[in-house]
Protein backbone atom coordinates (compact mmCIF):
# COMPACT_ATOMS: atom_id res chain seq x y z
CA UNK A 1 0.00 0.00 0.00
CA UNK A 2 2.91 2.37 1.08
CA UNK A 3 4.57 1.98 -2.47
CA UNK A 4 1.19 2.41 -4.43
CA UNK A 5 0.89 5.71 -2.27
CA UNK A 6 4.16 6.44 -3.65
CA UNK A 7 3.87 5.88 -6.83
CA UNK A 8 0.47 7.61 -7.13
CA UNK A 9 2.08 10.98 -5.75
CA UNK A 10 5.51 10.61 -7.96
CA UNK A 11 2.70 10.25 -10.43
CA UNK A 12 0.50 13.12 -9.59
CA UNK A 13 3.59 15.86 -8.82
CA UNK A 14 4.85 15.11 -12.29
CA UNK A 15 1.46 15.47 -14.20
CA UNK A 16 1.34 18.97 -11.75
CA UNK A 17 4.26 19.68 -13.25
CA UNK A 18 3.96 18.35 -17.01
CA UNK A 19 0.63 21.17 -16.17
CA UNK A 20 2.89 23.87 -14.94
CA UNK A 21 5.54 23.92 -18.10
CA UNK A 22 2.70 23.40 -20.46
CA UNK A 23 0.91 26.94 -19.02
CA UNK A 24 4.16 28.90 -18.92
CA UNK A 25 5.49 27.28 -22.47
CA UNK A 26 2.16 29.59 -23.86
CA UNK A 27 3.47 32.81 -21.63
CA UNK A 28 7.00 32.39 -23.67
CA UNK A 29 5.20 33.06 -27.09
CA UNK A 30 3.08 35.49 -29.09
CA UNK A 31 0.72 32.98 -30.76
CA UNK A 32 -2.30 35.47 -31.24
CA UNK A 33 -3.54 38.80 -32.07
CA UNK A 34 -2.28 40.63 -28.77
CA UNK A 35 -0.13 37.76 -27.57
CA UNK A 36 -0.21 35.03 -24.84
CA UNK A 37 -2.95 36.66 -22.54
CA UNK A 38 -4.89 38.48 -25.02
CA UNK A 39 -3.96 41.30 -23.70
CA UNK A 40 -1.22 42.87 -25.80
CA UNK A 41 1.60 42.26 -22.56
CA UNK A 42 4.49 39.28 -22.49
CA UNK A 43 5.35 38.44 -19.12
CA UNK A 44 8.81 37.06 -20.03
CA UNK A 45 9.53 39.57 -22.79
CA UNK A 46 12.15 41.99 -22.52
CA UNK A 47 12.98 43.67 -25.66
CA UNK A 48 15.39 46.34 -26.41
CA UNK A 49 14.14 50.37 -25.34
CA UNK A 50 16.17 52.28 -28.55
CA UNK A 51 16.60 51.32 -31.59
CA UNK A 52 16.83 53.07 -35.39
CA UNK A 53 17.64 52.16 -38.32
CA UNK A 54 21.06 51.18 -37.97
CA UNK A 55 20.77 50.19 -33.96
CA UNK A 56 19.47 47.02 -33.07
CA UNK A 57 18.08 45.92 -35.71
CA UNK A 58 18.47 42.20 -35.61
CA UNK A 59 17.64 41.38 -39.31
CA UNK A 60 14.84 42.99 -41.51
CA UNK A 61 12.87 41.15 -44.82
CA UNK A 62 11.06 42.72 -47.27
CA UNK A 63 6.72 41.46 -47.29
CA UNK A 64 5.49 41.32 -50.63
CA UNK A 65 1.94 42.20 -51.12
CA UNK A 66 -0.31 43.86 -48.50
CA UNK A 67 -1.25 43.43 -44.40
CA UNK A 68 -2.06 44.96 -41.59
CA UNK A 69 -2.27 40.99 -39.72
CA UNK A 70 0.22 41.25 -36.59
CA UNK A 71 2.86 38.63 -36.97
CA UNK A 72 2.30 35.74 -34.57
CA UNK A 73 5.59 33.45 -33.29
CA UNK A 74 5.53 30.37 -31.80
CA UNK A 75 8.93 28.90 -30.42
CA UNK A 76 11.40 29.59 -33.67
CA UNK A 77 8.66 30.11 -36.02
CA UNK A 78 7.01 33.33 -37.49
CA UNK A 79 3.82 33.18 -39.16
CA UNK A 80 2.82 36.21 -41.44
CA UNK A 81 -0.19 36.72 -43.52
CA UNK A 82 -0.65 38.93 -46.87
CA UNK A 83 -2.76 39.79 -50.17
CA UNK A 84 -0.78 40.17 -53.14
CA UNK A 85 -2.60 41.49 -55.94
CA UNK A 86 -1.44 39.79 -59.52
CA UNK A 87 -1.60 41.03 -62.74
CA UNK A 88 -4.61 38.28 -63.28
CA UNK A 89 -7.31 41.37 -64.19
CA UNK A 90 -11.13 41.43 -65.18
CA UNK A 91 -12.29 43.87 -67.76
CA UNK A 92 -15.41 44.02 -66.62
CA UNK A 93 -17.36 43.87 -62.41
CA UNK A 94 -20.86 42.23 -63.00
CA UNK A 95 -22.93 44.06 -60.60
CA UNK A 96 -22.70 43.13 -56.84
CA UNK A 97 -24.88 40.23 -55.25
CA UNK A 98 -25.63 42.05 -52.37
CA UNK A 99 -25.16 45.66 -50.65
CA UNK A 100 -24.90 47.26 -47.46
CA UNK A 101 -27.09 49.93 -46.48
CA UNK A 102 -26.64 53.18 -48.28
CA UNK A 103 -24.33 51.23 -51.12
CA UNK A 104 -20.89 50.86 -51.35
CA UNK A 105 -18.25 53.58 -50.98
CA UNK A 106 -15.52 51.70 -51.96
CA UNK A 107 -14.40 51.00 -55.35
CA UNK A 108 -14.42 46.67 -56.12
CA UNK A 109 -10.86 45.29 -57.00
CA UNK A 110 -10.92 44.11 -60.86
CA UNK A 111 -7.49 42.41 -59.79
CA UNK A 112 -7.46 38.89 -58.30
CA UNK A 113 -5.35 38.79 -55.45
CA UNK A 114 -2.62 35.76 -54.11
CA UNK A 115 -3.78 35.18 -50.29
CA UNK A 116 -0.47 34.29 -48.77
CA UNK A 117 0.50 32.68 -45.69
CA UNK A 118 4.81 32.86 -44.43
CA UNK A 119 6.58 30.69 -42.23
CA UNK A 120 9.73 32.23 -41.38
CA UNK A 121 13.01 31.82 -38.98
CA UNK A 122 12.48 33.67 -35.94
CA UNK A 123 16.34 34.15 -36.09
CA UNK A 124 17.33 35.18 -39.42
CA UNK A 125 13.69 36.06 -41.08
CA UNK A 126 14.21 33.41 -43.66
CA UNK A 127 11.43 31.78 -45.60
CA UNK A 128 10.74 28.16 -44.19
CA UNK A 129 8.14 27.79 -45.89
CA UNK A 130 5.22 29.80 -47.79
CA UNK A 131 1.35 28.79 -49.18
CA UNK A 132 -0.54 29.98 -51.32
CA UNK A 133 -4.55 29.63 -48.83
CA UNK A 134 -6.67 31.52 -52.29
CA UNK A 135 -6.34 32.74 -55.64
CA UNK A 136 -9.23 35.28 -56.15
CA UNK A 137 -11.17 38.59 -56.75
CA UNK A 138 -12.49 40.29 -53.77
CA UNK A 139 -16.12 40.49 -54.15
CA UNK A 140 -15.84 44.10 -52.23
CA UNK A 141 -13.48 47.12 -51.74
CA UNK A 142 -11.83 47.74 -48.66
CA UNK A 143 -11.17 51.14 -47.01
CA UNK A 144 -8.07 52.83 -47.71
CA UNK A 145 -6.19 52.58 -44.57
CA UNK A 146 -7.73 48.74 -45.05
CA UNK A 147 -6.28 45.22 -46.24
CA UNK A 148 -7.69 42.18 -47.63
CA UNK A 149 -4.88 40.68 -44.73
CA UNK A 150 -5.90 42.07 -41.52
CA UNK A 151 -7.11 39.47 -39.37
CA UNK A 152 -3.69 37.92 -37.47
CA UNK A 153 -3.28 33.80 -37.51
CA UNK A 154 -3.62 32.00 -34.59
CA UNK A 155 -1.68 28.56 -33.25
CA UNK A 156 -1.97 26.58 -30.63
CA UNK A 157 1.39 24.82 -31.03
CA UNK A 158 -0.12 21.58 -33.18
CA UNK A 159 -1.74 23.49 -35.76
CA UNK A 160 -2.22 27.26 -37.62
CA UNK A 161 -5.01 28.83 -37.86
CA UNK A 162 -5.78 31.31 -41.00
CA UNK A 163 -8.88 33.13 -41.59
CA UNK A 164 -8.82 35.49 -44.62
CA UNK A 165 -12.14 36.34 -44.21
CA UNK A 166 -14.84 36.20 -47.03
CA UNK A 167 -11.94 34.02 -48.82
CA UNK A 168 -11.87 31.46 -46.51
CA UNK A 169 -10.50 29.87 -43.11
CA UNK A 170 -7.71 27.51 -43.63
CA UNK A 171 -5.65 25.02 -40.88
CA UNK A 172 -2.26 24.14 -41.65
CA UNK A 173 0.05 22.07 -39.69
CA UNK A 174 3.24 24.04 -38.75
CA UNK A 175 4.75 22.44 -41.56
CA UNK A 176 2.94 24.10 -44.41
CA UNK A 177 0.21 21.32 -45.06
CA UNK A 178 -3.13 21.90 -45.64
CA UNK A 179 -5.26 20.13 -43.50
CA UNK A 180 -8.99 21.30 -44.05
CA UNK A 181 -10.45 24.68 -44.88
CA UNK A 182 -14.13 26.13 -44.76
CA UNK A 183 -15.81 28.65 -46.40
CA UNK A 184 -18.03 31.13 -44.27
CA UNK A 185 -19.83 33.00 -46.77
CA UNK A 186 -18.97 37.15 -48.15
CA UNK A 187 -18.94 39.51 -45.17
CA UNK A 188 -21.00 42.66 -46.60
CA UNK A 189 -19.29 45.10 -45.03
CA UNK A 190 -20.65 48.94 -43.80
CA UNK A 191 -19.76 50.68 -46.55
CA UNK A 192 -17.12 48.09 -48.12
CA UNK A 193 -14.11 49.30 -45.84
CA UNK A 194 -13.04 45.18 -45.60
CA UNK A 195 -12.57 43.16 -43.02
CA UNK A 196 -10.45 42.62 -39.85
CA UNK A 197 -11.48 39.98 -36.83
CA UNK A 198 -8.48 37.13 -36.06
CA UNK A 199 -9.96 33.93 -35.13
CA UNK A 200 -9.49 32.50 -31.71
CA UNK A 201 -8.13 29.67 -30.17
CA UNK A 202 -8.91 28.61 -26.61
CA UNK A 203 -9.19 25.36 -24.87
CA UNK A 204 -9.69 23.88 -27.86
CA UNK A 205 -12.20 25.65 -29.10
CA UNK A 206 -11.66 28.13 -32.66
CA UNK A 207 -13.84 30.81 -32.47
CA UNK A 208 -15.17 33.44 -35.45
CA UNK A 209 -16.59 36.29 -35.03
CA UNK A 210 -18.90 37.21 -38.18
CA UNK A 211 -20.37 40.32 -37.64
CA UNK A 212 -21.43 42.76 -40.50
CA UNK A 213 -24.51 43.93 -42.95
CA UNK A 214 -25.89 40.41 -43.85
CA UNK A 215 -27.03 37.95 -41.36
CA UNK A 216 -24.10 38.13 -38.34
CA UNK A 217 -23.79 34.95 -36.35
CA UNK A 218 -20.66 33.53 -34.04
CA UNK A 219 -19.36 30.40 -34.59
CA UNK A 220 -17.20 27.59 -32.56
CA UNK A 221 -15.20 25.10 -34.69
CA UNK A 222 -13.20 21.49 -33.54
CA UNK A 223 -9.48 22.99 -34.08
CA UNK A 224 -8.47 19.58 -35.39
CA UNK A 225 -11.25 19.15 -38.60
CA UNK A 226 -13.40 22.66 -38.90
CA UNK A 227 -16.31 21.27 -38.06
CA UNK A 228 -19.20 23.56 -36.51
CA UNK A 229 -19.97 22.68 -32.99
CA UNK A 230 -22.43 25.44 -32.46
CA UNK A 231 -23.21 28.73 -34.12
CA UNK A 232 -25.59 31.47 -33.11
CA UNK A 233 -27.24 34.39 -34.95
CA UNK A 234 -26.77 37.74 -34.12
CA UNK A 235 -28.63 40.62 -34.53
CA UNK A 236 -25.43 42.89 -35.27
CA UNK A 237 -23.84 45.23 -37.45
CA UNK A 238 -20.37 45.36 -39.10
CA UNK A 239 -17.96 44.80 -36.29
CA UNK A 240 -14.23 44.65 -36.42
CA UNK A 241 -13.36 43.09 -32.89
CA UNK A 242 -11.89 39.90 -31.69
CA UNK A 243 -13.81 38.60 -29.30
CA UNK A 244 -11.90 37.61 -25.49
CA UNK A 245 -12.28 34.27 -23.84
CA UNK A 246 -12.32 35.21 -20.12
CA UNK A 247 -12.17 31.87 -17.30
CA UNK A 248 -14.49 33.54 -14.49
CA UNK A 249 -15.88 31.25 -11.12
CA UNK A 250 -15.69 27.86 -13.60
CA UNK A 251 -17.12 29.07 -16.73
CA UNK A 252 -15.93 30.12 -20.33
CA UNK A 253 -17.26 33.27 -20.87
CA UNK A 254 -16.71 34.15 -24.22
CA UNK A 255 -17.23 38.34 -24.78
CA UNK A 256 -17.80 39.72 -28.03
CA UNK A 257 -18.45 43.63 -27.73
CA UNK A 258 -20.67 45.07 -30.79
CA UNK A 259 -22.62 47.97 -31.75
CA UNK A 260 -26.06 47.02 -30.13
CA UNK A 261 -24.69 44.90 -27.38
CA UNK A 262 -21.82 43.74 -25.81
CA UNK A 263 -22.70 39.92 -25.41
CA UNK A 264 -21.11 37.05 -22.89
CA UNK A 265 -21.51 33.71 -24.01
CA UNK A 266 -21.05 30.27 -22.79
CA UNK A 267 -17.78 29.18 -24.84
CA UNK A 268 -19.12 25.16 -24.55
CA UNK A 269 -22.83 25.42 -25.16
CA UNK A 270 -23.11 29.23 -27.08
CA UNK A 271 -25.77 29.91 -24.13
CA UNK A 272 -26.26 33.87 -23.48
CA UNK A 273 -24.85 34.64 -19.85
CA UNK A 274 -25.72 38.20 -20.10
CA UNK A 275 -25.65 41.02 -22.53
CA UNK A 276 -25.15 45.15 -21.63
CA UNK A 277 -25.96 47.84 -24.03
CA UNK A 278 -23.77 51.09 -24.62
CA UNK A 279 -20.78 51.25 -26.90
CA UNK A 280 -20.90 52.90 -30.30
CA UNK A 281 -20.84 51.96 -34.18
CA UNK A 282 -17.55 50.25 -35.65
CA UNK A 283 -16.45 48.59 -32.55
CA UNK A 284 -12.61 47.46 -32.76
CA UNK A 285 -10.93 47.24 -29.24
CA UNK A 286 -10.23 44.27 -27.97
CA UNK A 287 -11.72 43.86 -24.16
CA UNK A 288 -9.38 43.78 -21.68
CA UNK A 289 -10.18 42.08 -18.23
CA UNK A 290 -9.63 43.83 -14.07
CA UNK A 291 -10.22 41.11 -11.54
CA UNK A 292 -13.94 40.46 -11.83
CA UNK A 293 -14.70 43.14 -14.57
CA UNK A 294 -14.23 43.32 -18.19
CA UNK A 295 -13.82 46.76 -19.78
CA UNK A 296 -15.29 47.07 -23.47
CA UNK A 297 -14.25 50.26 -25.55
CA UNK A 298 -15.10 52.14 -28.39
CA UNK A 299 -14.57 55.26 -30.34
CA UNK A 300 -16.51 55.73 -33.62
CA UNK A 301 -19.81 58.00 -33.77
CA UNK A 302 -19.29 58.74 -30.16
CA UNK A 303 -17.25 57.31 -27.31
CA UNK A 304 -17.64 54.76 -24.80
CA UNK A 305 -16.22 52.59 -22.40
CA UNK A 306 -17.91 49.75 -20.38
CA UNK A 307 -16.90 48.05 -17.32
CA UNK A 308 -18.86 45.46 -16.73
CA UNK A 309 -18.96 42.57 -13.51
CA UNK A 310 -18.27 39.05 -14.79
CA UNK A 311 -20.79 37.68 -12.69
CA UNK A 312 -23.33 39.34 -14.77
CA UNK A 313 -27.19 37.46 -15.80
CA UNK A 314 -29.66 38.65 -17.92
CA UNK A 315 -29.16 41.85 -19.50
CA UNK A 316 -27.33 45.21 -17.26
CA UNK A 317 -27.70 47.58 -19.16
CA UNK A 318 -29.77 49.70 -17.02
CA UNK A 319 -28.07 48.01 -13.57
CA UNK A 320 -25.78 50.34 -11.57
CA UNK A 321 -24.22 47.54 -9.34
CA UNK A 322 -23.03 45.52 -12.78
CA UNK A 323 -22.18 47.73 -14.54
CA UNK A 324 -19.46 49.25 -12.32
CA UNK A 325 -18.29 52.17 -14.26
CA UNK A 326 -18.91 54.54 -18.27
CA UNK A 327 -17.15 56.61 -19.64
CA UNK A 328 -17.97 58.63 -22.53
CA UNK A 329 -14.97 60.58 -23.89
CA UNK A 330 -11.52 60.10 -25.42
CA UNK A 331 -12.11 56.35 -25.69
CA UNK A 332 -9.78 54.45 -28.57
CA UNK A 333 -11.47 54.07 -32.56
CA UNK A 334 -8.84 51.41 -34.10
CA UNK A 335 -6.21 50.10 -31.36
CA UNK A 336 -7.59 48.52 -28.40
CA UNK A 337 -6.67 49.61 -24.90
CA UNK A 338 -3.94 48.15 -22.73
CA UNK A 339 -4.37 46.52 -19.08
CA UNK A 340 -1.06 46.74 -17.25
CA UNK A 341 -0.50 45.88 -13.49
CA UNK A 342 -3.50 48.65 -12.34
CA UNK A 343 -3.37 51.02 -14.59
CA UNK A 344 -5.34 51.27 -18.01
CA UNK A 345 -4.35 52.91 -20.93
CA UNK A 346 -5.89 53.86 -24.02
CA UNK A 347 -5.65 56.56 -26.31
CA UNK A 348 -8.29 59.22 -28.18
CA UNK A 349 -9.65 57.87 -31.37
CA UNK A 350 -6.49 57.49 -33.12
CA UNK A 351 -4.50 59.91 -32.33
CA UNK A 352 -1.75 60.28 -30.13
CA UNK A 353 -3.19 61.26 -27.12
CA UNK A 354 -3.28 59.68 -24.13
CA UNK A 355 -5.72 58.55 -20.89
CA UNK A 356 -4.68 56.75 -18.08
CA UNK A 357 -7.41 55.66 -15.66
CA UNK A 358 -8.07 53.32 -12.63
CA UNK A 359 -9.59 50.19 -14.24
CA UNK A 360 -11.38 49.63 -11.02
CA UNK A 361 -13.22 52.40 -10.74
CA UNK A 362 -12.97 54.66 -14.25
CA UNK A 363 -11.31 57.31 -12.53
CA UNK A 364 -9.24 59.13 -14.83
CA UNK A 365 -5.58 59.78 -13.60
CA UNK A 366 -4.19 61.36 -16.00
CA UNK A 367 -5.86 62.61 -19.32
CA UNK A 368 -4.92 64.58 -22.81
CA UNK A 369 -1.48 63.49 -22.34
CA UNK A 370 -0.12 64.09 -25.74
CA UNK A 371 2.44 61.14 -26.84
CA UNK A 372 5.87 63.42 -28.06
CA UNK A 373 7.24 62.40 -31.55
CA UNK A 374 3.80 60.52 -32.30
CA UNK A 375 0.85 61.87 -34.53
CA UNK A 376 -1.57 59.24 -35.81
CA UNK A 377 -1.87 55.64 -34.14
CA UNK A 378 -3.87 52.35 -35.94
CA UNK A 379 -1.26 49.72 -33.95
CA UNK A 380 -2.66 48.49 -30.23
CA UNK A 381 -0.08 49.41 -27.65
CA UNK A 382 2.14 46.52 -26.14
CA UNK A 383 3.74 45.97 -22.71
CA UNK A 384 6.95 44.32 -21.19
CA UNK A 385 9.50 44.44 -18.23
CA UNK A 386 7.51 47.30 -17.13
CA UNK A 387 7.90 49.43 -20.21
CA UNK A 388 4.94 50.01 -22.60
CA UNK A 389 5.53 50.37 -26.25
CA UNK A 390 3.58 52.92 -28.77
CA UNK A 391 3.68 52.80 -32.43
CA UNK A 392 2.56 55.28 -34.68
CA UNK A 393 1.45 55.10 -38.52
CA UNK A 394 4.23 56.88 -39.51
CA UNK A 395 6.87 54.77 -37.90
CA UNK A 396 7.90 56.13 -34.55
CA UNK A 397 7.90 53.87 -31.49
CA UNK A 398 7.14 55.51 -28.13
CA UNK A 399 8.36 53.62 -24.74
CA UNK A 400 7.74 54.82 -21.89
CA UNK A 401 7.21 53.94 -17.98
CA UNK A 402 4.33 51.60 -16.69
CA UNK A 403 3.38 55.21 -14.88
CA UNK A 404 -0.06 57.27 -14.86
CA UNK A 405 2.34 60.33 -15.20
CA UNK A 406 4.13 59.98 -18.22
CA UNK A 407 7.77 59.21 -18.09
CA UNK A 408 9.03 58.50 -21.57
CA UNK A 409 12.26 55.99 -21.97
CA UNK A 410 13.02 56.29 -25.46
CA UNK A 411 11.80 57.49 -28.76
CA UNK A 412 12.40 55.49 -32.21
CA UNK A 413 12.15 56.27 -36.27
CA UNK A 414 11.86 54.18 -38.49
CA UNK A 415 10.42 56.11 -40.88
CA UNK A 416 8.47 53.31 -42.61
CA UNK A 417 4.61 53.45 -42.13
CA UNK A 418 3.23 51.06 -39.36
CA UNK A 419 -0.78 49.77 -38.86
CA UNK A 420 -0.01 46.67 -37.68
CA UNK A 421 0.85 46.35 -33.84
CA UNK A 422 3.75 45.29 -32.16
CA UNK A 423 4.83 41.51 -30.83
CA UNK A 424 7.06 40.53 -28.22
CA UNK A 425 9.23 37.28 -27.45
CA UNK A 426 11.57 37.09 -25.43
CA UNK A 427 14.61 39.73 -26.13
CA UNK A 428 13.12 40.44 -29.56
CA UNK A 429 10.25 42.85 -30.91
CA UNK A 430 8.75 42.12 -34.12
CA UNK A 431 7.43 45.46 -36.14
CA UNK A 432 5.31 44.48 -39.84
CA UNK A 433 5.85 47.98 -41.41
CA UNK A 434 3.71 48.53 -44.67
CA UNK A 435 6.41 46.50 -46.76
CA UNK A 436 8.92 44.71 -44.70
CA UNK A 437 9.01 42.81 -41.20
CA UNK A 438 11.58 43.94 -39.07
CA UNK A 439 13.02 41.99 -35.39
CA UNK A 440 15.00 44.26 -32.94
CA UNK A 441 17.04 43.14 -30.16
CA UNK A 442 20.54 44.11 -29.09
CA UNK A 443 23.48 42.22 -30.74
Given at each position: MKRFCLWFTICWISAIGQAEDSASQWLHQWHQWRGPL???????????????????????????????????????RIFLVSAEATSRQVGRLAP???????????????????????????QTGRILWQQIASEDLPHEGRHGTNTYASASPTTDGQRLYVSFGSRGLFCYDLDGNLLWQRDLGNMITRRGWGEGTSPVIHDGALIVNWDHEGQSFLVVLDPATGETRWRVERD??????????????????????????ITSYDLDTGEVIWECGGLTTNVIPMPVVHDDLVICMSGHGGNAAVAVRLDSKGDVTDNRDQVVWRLTRDTPYVPSPILYGDLLYFTKSNMAVLTTVDPATGETLADNIRLPGLRNIYASPVAANGRIYF??????????????TLQVLATNRLDQPIDASPAI???QLFLRTHDHLICIAEP
Open positions: ADGTAPHGAPPIRWDRQTNIKWQVPVPGEGHATPIVWDDPEQEPPGGYMTRRPTNFYRFRVDCLDREVTSWVTPRVVSYQGRQQLIVPATRRTSREGTTLVVENKAVGD
